[in-house]
């Protein structure tokens, strides 16, 4: 069966829910081929240093699309707002809430969810994150059947690809919100007419990555230089890994390791400074930072802050902390 196929004013009424970036294609996507009713999305929230109030980037999508945008606070103790559009098939991606049962039993063809990896590997909030954070070497985009537990419902379909040495959060992040438009529409057919499987996951093979916290953030200097590479780009671009220098916060958005090893250094010590940046060490050798950015600053290569850094002949032998 084919979108093309399906009548989609009689046969599909669908409420998209769903809030930041990653969510925007997938919206688009299901407006360029079915009818989309209406989209909830989180109450617009300040960001920012200024604490200036933004809308989420789902929002912005449907309202250029006059499309009716609903943000309860809580879902759970508003979602007849929901059934009020009279939806029969719901679709989340990334919305940041869990469904009540009244939701999920509602819609004629279910509740779906585009989830960012591997199910049942990296349920939570925060999948793209921990799979570059994790070392892992593979990731993909799962559909699945809803189900009141967090991403514990039976899948659909996966598409699997690979995570490259030169990935960041945001590099992924952006292959797999393509991969995840394409695998949405590609499944709808069989979810329409009843066919899509119900494949359980296995609970044994479970791991999660929960939302991103402010000590995840931190480098911590005696773990392996592998790990703090796989930190920082696993948080570029948001939130960004950082350290302390001179009591003062620095986020570190690059940095590679090198064969070099500094047995008598202390863990964030800067061992010596490279013509692309700042040597340090760490447990089992050394990571060189390539951009960086130092509180109250924007970001830069680490080289130009070197040079700009009174006495900057006095920095070998200081502490990232």
């Not at 990334?94 to 990896?117: D, F």
């Not at 590479?229 to 950082?242: C, D, E, F, I, K």
Request: contains cysteine; aromatic residues 8%; hydrophobic residues 35%.
């Amino acid at each position: 069966m084919d979108i093309n196929d399906i009548n989609i004013e009689e046969e599909v009424k669908i409420v998209f829910m769903g809030t930041p970036a990653f969510a925007v294609p997938i919206l688009q996507g299901l407006m360029d081929h079915y009818n989309v009713r209406g989209v909830v999305t989180q109450p617009d929230k300040p960001v920012g240093r200024n604490g200036k109030i933004a809308e989420p980037p789902v929002k912005k999508l449907a309202r250029d699309h006059t499309i009716l945008v609903l943000q309860p606070e809580k879902i759970k103790d508003d979602w007849q707002s929901v059934i009020s559009l009279k939806p029969n098939l719901i679709i989340t991606c990334a919305y940041g809430q869990i469904l009540p049962r009244e939701l999920l039993v509602y819609p004629k063809y279910g509740c779906i969810n585009v989830h960012a990896s591997l199910l049942p590997k990296l349920r939570g909030g925060a999948p793209i994150h921990h799979a570059i954070i994790d070392g892992h070497s593979k990731t993909g985009i799962t559909i699945m059947h809803m189900s009141p537990k967090m991403d514990q419902g039976d899948m659909i379909a996966q598409v699997e690809i690979p995570i490259e040495e030169t990935d960041t959060a945001s590099s992924l992040h952006d292959k797999l919100q393509v991969i995840g438009r394409d695998l949405l529409l590609e499944t709808l057919p069989s979810i329409i007419n009843g066919t899509a499987p119900r494949i359980k996951q296995d609970e044994s093979e479970a791991t999660y990555a929960f939302n991103i916290k402010r000590e995840d953030e931190k480098i911590d200097f005696s773990k392996t230089k592998k790990q703090i590479y796989n930190q920082v780009r696993g948080l570029n671009s948001w939130p960004g890994a950082y350290t302390m220098f001179e009591s003062k916060i620095m986020k570190v958005w690059e940095c590679y390791d090198t064969d070099e090893t500094y047995p008598m250094l202390f863990d964030g010590q800067i061992t010596k400074i490279y013509p692309d940046g700042i040597g340090v060490k760490v447990s089992n050798g050394e990571v060189v930072f390539t951009v960086i950015q130092p509180e109250g600053k924007n970001k830069m290569r680490a080289i130009d802050f070197v040079n700009g850094y009174q006495n900057k002949e006095t920095l070998v032998g200081k502490i990232f902390e």
